[in-house]
């Protein structure tokens, strides 16, 4: 039984030998894939109409009197951070939490002159109407005769097309007709 045994193990040595051996001499195999380059995706920002741009003219006294755009939405003081104030400046004559409108001059007063009157509309419903390129769903339903659907009518138009030129375009607008159109006119503000 003694032998036996060796036999056994000597088989078992001899398969282990064999078994190294082939897989010791075996070509490495090929790759399938040499190299996995991840190339990065270019993330596009989506365009909505809250993303609009508006531009103002800021003069007085400021290091560089011109004119800017700025986000919808921007106060005085966002664009006068742009222009600089000079020294003389006095902008506790302004209103620099005031919500800029597009178009709007701003004129900075230098230290004791007396400030002149802006119109700086506001961007919400006043006396001569609403901004349609700048309003949000509740300003343009505060206009008499527009509702949720046509509030979201022009806000769609704006995401698609872009701001209104003139107050005609607004005839593209799904829902607008010519009585329509006429009947807003007091109401609706189009640059």
């Known amino acids: 039984m003694q032998r036996w045994k060796q036999v056994v193990i000597g088989v078992v040595v001899a398969l282990f030998l064999g078994v190294g051996y082939m897989f010791y001499k075996k070509e490495p195999e090929q790759r399938v894939i040499d190299e996995f380059v991840m190339a990065p995706e270019e993330v596009v920002p989506p365009v909505t109409a809250e993303r609009l741009e508006i531009v103002v003219y800021v003069t007085g006294a400021v290091e560089s009197p011109n004119v800017y755009q700025v986000p919808e939405g921007a106060r005085v003081g966002d664009v006068l951070s742009l222009a600089v104030l000079t020294d003389e400046a006095d902008p506790e004559q302004l209103n620099l939490a005031q919500r800029l409108v597009d178009g709007v001059k701003i004129i900075v007063p230098k230290k004791g002159e007396?400030?002149?009157?802006q119109d700086i509309?506001?961007?919400?419903?006043?006396?001569?109407g609403v901004h349609v390129n700048s309003a949000t769903k509740e300003e343009l339903m505060s206009v008499p005769g527009i509702g949720p659907a046509?509030?979201?009518?022009?806000?769609?138009?704006?995401?698609?097309?872009?701001?209104?030129?003139?107050?005609?375009?607004?005839?593209?607008?799904?829902?607008?007709?010519?009585?329509?159109?006429?009947?807003m006119k007091p109401y609706l503000l189009v640059p």
């Open 150 to 183: 046509k509030a979201d009518a022009i806000l769609n138009h704006l995401k698609q097309h872009g701001p209104f030129k003139t107050y005609e375009d607004l005839g593209d607008v799904k829902g607008f007709g010519e009585k329509t159109l006429e009947s």
């Open 121 to 128: 509309p506001n961007s919400d419903m006043e006396s001569n």
């Open 114 to 117: 007396t400030l002149i009157t």
